[in-house]
């Protein structure tokens, strides 16, 4: 009956999110106020009913009611309470109900804000919200739905798969997802302010926080991502340029430009057309990933032609939104008043740089991950573009906007000194320098690349700490004044600084793994193994049992000199039942490196297989995307965003006091 | 009938939601617009101001800026629709709230819907599965449960694999029919179970690796049905026709008539031979001996007079239909011999035997 309910529940969040789509919209375009109120009262309800139709799901997996076929197919009575509740998610049918609930939960948040918005603007934004609803609430009811019955009822579920119980997959999808359907909102805002036919600076008030949103959670979910498939694919590589990850990577490149051109549009007024156009292909980008990830499309074209309902409905999706949003633009976008003016050198010109860059760094990733697709459609072949295209493509005009980031950073608005800058940055450039120079004398050989990429990371971290001391401090100043300066200092200030920093703490991580040490052994028991600093060896080897595993564990004793550091333990595990065993690889972090270790056998003479990896620094690549979120967290709480777009008033304090903050 | 009541009570708060912005007096009509938002951040600056947030000069400057672009901002219009029209635009939103979200909602629920359904939670049903051991999941969950265990236990593998393999956890099959082959030692049925389960996971195509499976399983018994079976198919996917309507007749031959096996096998004989599957296999014992009775004396009087060529034709199709393809085989060459002399008849035993898929 719970379960029927939530059934009900969600077809009839259907119907709300219709409504919600087609009579505020009528309301905003007809200027009836009536009409546009029903969008607040409708958004609320979807989201009420489908929290409903989620909570009732998630019931059906906790009591392991097997009359749900999706409870059968991907849940176990046996399975812990948590990975119960995670199977909700992790599977086809429920994670769709998920991006519908995180959809839904998104328009409910912009209702309640909205009381402060223009009321068309607001209605024809939850209009759009609702439509993106009651499209995938329609996929999901027509293709994908979670509560079809049995009648039949098994006395077992048949998902007891221990290799998807991590709680990194638990984690990641959602966050994954808060990051993609984040940016339906600022797509919907960019619709509405073409329906509207007027985009202001209260418009850009409003878009901002949301877009910040999505971006952290887009972020934290791809770091999260990057850092399961390192652990647990057992490969030590912690990026592939897979489809998959390019799906998640591409709306964040968009995004990271939108979330800079709202800056200017917010504080300056300017670059209004082109913030629209990037809330658009954000979006469209976010759908791209989830038709991707859930067309099936990846795995293989074919695959893809033999069971078309929910592919095609996707792409019919896909069209219908981002096509719709395009033609929209292209009718609509003349019509929209221009902002504000600024010289090419200013803080302006550098987002615009920003935002170039950004832009054509998503499309050659685009490229790359449509191309394989395209051509086995076109003539059948199967080929991957892999690491050696993104590395000549994308990969340079990252480094391109790195090295441009700390100037873009200190420029001021609307008109910028650049010889000013420079020499304000000189320290930071000295400092990245010296850093090259002392890789270069410490580490002989190795790929060029890497003490650069080094130096590029400190730039970036010496260029934020430059422009946050130029803010704060003065020569003669008491220490007091100063502190009391950078606290005085906006959050979102503080904000660019920390994000920026932590891109280059990311860019120092990744330049380092070229350090990396490999080795692959045969090791007799009680064989020694030099891996970089650390000497490992075997320990014992042993057999293990777990719940519904059991294991051929080998454990290594590890040595820094003689100094013992721990051991480290690396398995090949065995799930009842399942084909393939798979690997459960040891990390050890020492300082900011880890230590890795990968069993590939176990040898009847006692003798074991095995790969060590030692790899320096490699805990910077997710730290740093940590401290990236957390700018933007910094950001997202500035107070700023409530006083609204002073930012002209600062620059003539600038003028006049020589004082940004 | 719960569930009924809980639905119209959700539709009815839902319906009432819908309505309840539309009976609200609309307000002056003026919609907030850029000019409201200079005098919230006007009077935000102000607040800031007075709580020392911001100095006098930042204040002062903010003001001034924020004050210039109010004056500034564009002044939307504040005209709102007719009243007339606005009654019509409430009316028909109402009648959507009123009937349009139920009919739509009840009857796409209805169509996908199991409202006669029960919620079967594993703690209501503890009792009755206690009881029903024999339920084949539990099972399966036990023997694999054992297997962790024991995974030495080739009985165990070899009981589970055909169970995998009925439920279509094909690759779970392989696994276990190998499993059982390494541990039990060759046996035609795990190998010929290993091919078909290594069949399945290729979706139903014959892969070589299959086919080696069945050879093998064919090498220790030769009378192995599923592994003929899966041999004909194989020659059938790869295009050999004559060769896989000979394999599934020789096959046809050994199998009882009637059994499930044998319409299937005849049903791909129909197939490569364009002849329908024949109702006569649907027989029961006691008519089939009947029959066999009626062929044994058309054959005797055949080999005593042989000039009957209706009652040759017959005779073939007879063993044909009845599976005995060595027989039919042998009536085809007995009646070549009875006719020498008359090619047209000749031709028709010829055309007979092609159509029956006696010769090749």
Redesign the interface.
């Known amino acids: 009956?719970?379960?029927?309910?939530g059934?009900?529940?969600m077809?009839?969040a259907?119907?709300?999110a219709?409504?919600q789509t087609?009579?505020p919209m009528?309301?905003a375009v007809?200027?009836?106020?009536?009409?546009a109120?029903?969008a607040?009262?409708?958004a609320?309800?979807t989201f009420g009913?489908v929290v409903?139709a989620y909570a009732a799901l998630t019931w059906?997996y906790i009591?392991?009611?097997?009359?749900v076929v999706n409870v059968v197919m991907n849940s176990h009575?046996t399975k812990p309470l948590m990975y119960k509740i995670s199977g909700v998610w992790s599977n086809h049918e429920g994670s769709m109900l998920l991006w519908v609930l995180i959809l839904v939960v998104f328009a409910a948040l912009v209702a309640i804000r909205g009381g402060?918005?223009?009321?068309?603007l607001l209605a024809s934004v939850l209009s759009v919200q609702g439509a993106i609803a009651a499209a995938f609430l329609l996929f999901v009811?027509l293709t994908s739905?979670p509560?079809?019955?049995l009648?039949e009822?098994?006395?077992?579920g048949?998902g007891l798969n221990p290799i998807l119980e991590d709680p990194g997959l638990a984690i990641h999808p959602p966050l994954l997802y808060l990051g993609y359907v984040g940016f339906s909102v600022a797509f919907s805002f960019a619709v509405g302010a073409l329906v509207h036919g007027?985009i202001?600076?209260?418009w850009a008030?409003f878009v901002r926080p949301w877009t910040l949103l999505a971006w952290i959670f887009l972020t934290l979910g791809i770091a999260m991502g990057s850092y399961w498939a390192y652990y647990e694919l057992g490969w030590g590589g912690w990026w592939f340029w897979d489809p998959v990850e390019n799906a998640s990577l591409m709306p964040w490149l968009m995004g990271t430009a939108l979330l800079h051109s709202t800056v200017v549009m917010e504080k300056r007024e300017a670059l209004k057309v082109w913030t629209i156009l990037l809330s658009i292909l954000t979006f469209s980008l976010s759908l791209l990933g989830t038709f991707l990830v859930r067309s099936g499309v990846i795995t293989s074209v074919h695959s893809f032609a033999s069971d078309p309902a929910r592919g095609i409905f996707i792409l019919g999706i896909l069209t219908l939104f981002i096509g719709g949003g395009l033609v929209l633009f292209a009718w609509r976008a003349p019509a929209l008043?221009q902002g504000g003016l600024f010289a090419p050198v200013s803080r302006e010109g550098a987002l615009v740089v920003n935002n170039l860059f950004l832009a054509t760094s998503a499309v050659a990733v685009l490229v790359g991950t449509l191309y394989p697709l395209v051509l086995e459609t076109l003539n059948g072949n199967k080929i991957s573009v892999g690491a050696p295209y993104f590395n000549l493509t994308a990969v340079p005009i990252f480094v391109a906007l790195l090295v441009f980031v700390p100037f873009g950073q200190s420029l001021a608005w609307k008109r910028g000194d650049l010889l000013a800058v420079g020499q304000r940055l000189l320290a930071a450039f000295g400092l990245a320098v010296l850093a090259m120079i002392a890789t270069f004398s410490v580490v002989r050989g190795g790929p060029v690349a890497a003490p650069l990429g080094l130096g590029l990371g400190v730039w970036l971290i010496a260029g934020s700490a430059s422009d946050v001391l130029y803010r704060c401090c003065r020569r003669g100043l008491p220490l007091r004044t100063m502190i009391e300066r950078a606290l005085g200092m906006p959050r979102s200030a503080w904000g660019t600084a920390l994000a920026h920093a932590g891109m280059g703490i990311t860019v120092i991580g990744i330049s380092a793994t070229v350090w990396g040490i490999e080795t692959l052994a045969i090791v007799s028991p009680h064989e020694s193994l030099a891996v970089g600093p650390y000497t490992v060896t075997l320990e014992q080897s042993f057999k293990r049992?777990g719940q519904?595993?059991?294991e051929d564990v080998v454990r290594f004793a590890v040595k820094e000199g003689d100094q013992a550091k721990g051991t480290i333990e690396s398995s090949k595990r065995i799930h009842?039942?399942?084909?393939m065993p798979t690997t459960e690889a040891g990390i050890v972090t020492y300082g900011l490196g880890q230590l890795y270790a990968s069993v590939n056998d176990t040898l009847p003479d006692g003798k074991v297989s095995i790969r060590f990896y030692w790899k320096p620094l490699v805990t910077l690549i997710w730290a740093g995307a940590l401290v990236m979120a957390l700018g933007g967290a910094l950001s997202l709480a500035d107070?700023r965003l409530?006083?609204?777009?002073?930012a002209?008033?600062?620059k003539?304090?600038d003028l006049?006091?020589g004082s940004k903050a | 009938m719960?569930?009924w009541l809980?639905?119209a009570f959700?539709?009815g708060c839902?319906v009432l939601?819908?309505l309840?912005?539309?009976t609200?007096p609309?307000?002056d009509?003026r919609?907030?617009?850029?000019r409201d938002?200079?005098r919230?951040?006007l009077a935000?600056?102000e607040h800031?101001q007075a709580r020392g947030?911001l100095d006098e000069?930042?204040a002062e400057?903010?003001?001034?800026?924020?004050a210039r672009?109010l004056l500034a901002?564009?002044r939307?219009?504040d005209?709102?629709?007719e009243p007339a029209?606005?009654v019509i635009?409430?009316k028909l939103?109402s009648l959507?709230?009123l009937f349009?979200?139920p009919v739509?909602?009840l009857s796409?629920?209805l169509a996908?819907?199991?409202?006669n359904?029960?919620?079967?939670?594993?703690?209501s049903?503890q009792a009755s599965?206690a009881s029903?051991t024999a339920?084949?999941?539990?099972m399966?969950?036990k023997v694999?449960?054992r297997?962790?265990?024991h995974?030495e236990d080739g009985m165990g593998w070899g009981t589970?694999a055909p169970v995998?393999l009925s439920l279509g956890?094909y690759?779970?099959a392989?696994?276990?029919f190998s499993n059982a082959l390494h541990l039990l030692g060759e046996t035609a049925d795990l190998r010929s179970g290993l091919g078909e389960a290594r069949m399945a996971v290729a979706d139903g195509i014959v892969t070589a690796d299959a086919l080696a499976d069945f050879d093998k399983a064919l090498a220790s018994d030769p009378t192995n049905e599923r592994a003929q079976y899966y041999r004909a198919l194989a020659a059938e996917q790869d295009g050999d026709k004559p060769r896989a309507l000979a394999l599934y007749q020789a096959l046809y031959g050994s199998l009882p008539p009637a059994s499930e096996p044998a319409q299937l096998v005849s049903k791909h004989i129909a197939a490569l031979t364009g002849v329908p599957a024949k109702p006569a296999l649907d027989v029961d014992a006691g008519q089939s001996d009947m029959i066999k009775a009626m062929v044994e004396r058309l054959d005797a009087r055949l080999t005593a007079d042989g000039s009957d060529l209706e009652g040759w034709l017959k005779l073939m199709r007879a063993y044909q239909v009845l599976g005995d393809a060595e027989k039919a085989k042998d009536a085809m060459a007995r009646a070549q011999a009875a006719q020498t002399g008359h090619p047209e008849a000749l031709d028709k035993i010829a055309v007979a035997a092609r159509e029956l898929g006696i010769s090749n």
């Open positions: 009956m719970i379960v029927e309910f059934h009900f529940a077809i009839l259907f119907t709300t219709l409504v087609v009579l009528w309301g007809a200027r009836d106020p009536a009409l109120a029903m607040r009262y409708a609320f309800l009913l409903l059906a009591s392991s009611d097997f009359s009575s402060a918005m223009p009321a068309r009811i739905n509560f079809l019955r009648a009822i098994p006395a077992e048949q007027r202001d600076a209260i008030r008043k049992t519904g595993f059991r009842t039942g399942r084909e107070r409530r006083i609204g777009a002073s002209k008033a600062r003539a304090v006049q006091g | 719960l569930i809980l639905i959700l539709l839902v939601g819908l309840w912005p539309l609200q609309t307000h009509g919609d907030l617009d850029d938002f200079y919230g951040q935000e600056i800031d947030l000069t930042t400057d903010a003001k001034t800026e924020a672009r901002a564009h939307d219009g005209e709102v629709s029209k606005m635009r409430r939103a959507v709230a349009g979200v739509l909602a796409l629920y996908l819907g199991s409202p359904l029960p919620d079967q939670p594993i703690a049903r599965l029903n339920d084949l999941s539990v399966i969950a694999e449960a297997l962790t265990d995974p589970i995998y956890r690759d779970d392989v696994k276990a």
